[in-house]
């Protein structure tokens, strides 16, 4: 980087969603006076994901409300945004971005913040009425094909699988949910919330077919029209959301000679080169509290390493060292786990009933906690996460070394 005041420097975020726009907020909240600009591929100003597959999904909030900030909070940015325009190429020496466009972006410091992208399976794009869900676009077609009504299969019962068919359910819609996991959610819930979350679901009427893959999807006259599973099963479809996870947007990256693995590698600081760093969905940096190579696909997180990166551009940064956390609303009730529940071998109801809908469970393995998981009670799942956030503190420090 140029050796002026960390605050004049140039900076170029490609990708302008939530860790994009966290680290630009960031910046100017903490002084940077910069030119600030981003290259966006979609056409649209930062707007949220999470409410896609929820409240706009069930038509409770329509496109203005998924914004992620109102154009006179954008302006006071101060920042170009280039939309529509994709970047092709990263050339790391001079920092330069090219565009599909032919054009090319240079700048002091860049931030690659272009998050995942949906995966498909292989012949399913092919076939009208299969959807994936993961942009403003695809939630305004895949709302637009449910008012069709009409039975649907959710394809993979992970997070975003498990939240559409709630949502769908509670608009009346047949739905099936199927998945490789037994229970939806379980690896994320770990056995015993995900539990809780199959009976939800079965309370509002979901068919839920866990263990089995996809074996192919079959169509007449271009539509798609039944859903064969591994066992032979076939379930009749009008409509199907692929939900079987995610790609790290580094395609474009490629020739870059940054390391790519399941995301851009980063160092302990997010930091994938010399003036480059990655924010998000799209980041696998080091977290030194965990002592692992870390990908986070959250809201939170793209927020919090949002910030994370803004300070080390400005010569302020700190190793990146947060309590991995994510939430997920279904049914009405905001669902929570810090740490990781998965992983547990022993997990204890520590506060309210299972039967309630309304509890914490804590999660340990080989004696010590490692996840807590909050149903419907934020603050109490709060209060409960102090044990494992000693211990990233005590694990940072000691990677730290003493200080001099
Ligand atoms: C339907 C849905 C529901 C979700 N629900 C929850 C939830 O309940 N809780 C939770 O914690 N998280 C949830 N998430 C995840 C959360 O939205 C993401 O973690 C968050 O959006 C990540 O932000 P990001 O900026 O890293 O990436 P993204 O939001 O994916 O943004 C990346 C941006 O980069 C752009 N881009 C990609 N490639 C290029 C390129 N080559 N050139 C230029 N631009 C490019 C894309 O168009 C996109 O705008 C949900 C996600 C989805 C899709």
Redesign the pocket.
Known sequence: MTAQDPRDRSVLV???????LATAEALRRLGHRGRLTF????VHLPYD??P??KQFLSGEWERERVALRDDTVLAQLEAQFVLGE??VALETVTRTVETDMWRSFTADAVVI????DARWLPGAQDLFGVHT???LDDAVALRGQLEKRGPLVVVGNGV?GS?IAATAAQRGIDTTLVGSSATPMAGSLGHVGSAVLARRHQEAGVRLIGGKRVRALRGRSGRVRTVELSDGTELDAATVVIAVGSEP?TS?LVDSGLTIDDGVVCDEYCRAGEGIWA????ARWQHIGLDQRLRL??????AEQGLAVARDILGEGAPYTPLPY????QYGQRVQVYGSMADADHVALVDGALEDDRFVLEGSKDGEPIGVLGWAMPKQARLRTRPLLDRIKTRSASALGPAD
């Not at 696909?297 to 793209?302: D, F, K, Q």
């Not at 994510?326 to 609303?329: M, N, T």
């Open positions: 490609v990708g302008a969603s939530a860790g994009g290259v966006e591929s979609g994901r999470p896609l597959s994709r970047a913040a272009t998050g995942v869900l993961r942009s975003l939240e947007q474009w924010v998000g969905d799209v696909e959250n809201r939170t997180n793209a994510f939430w997920s609303d």
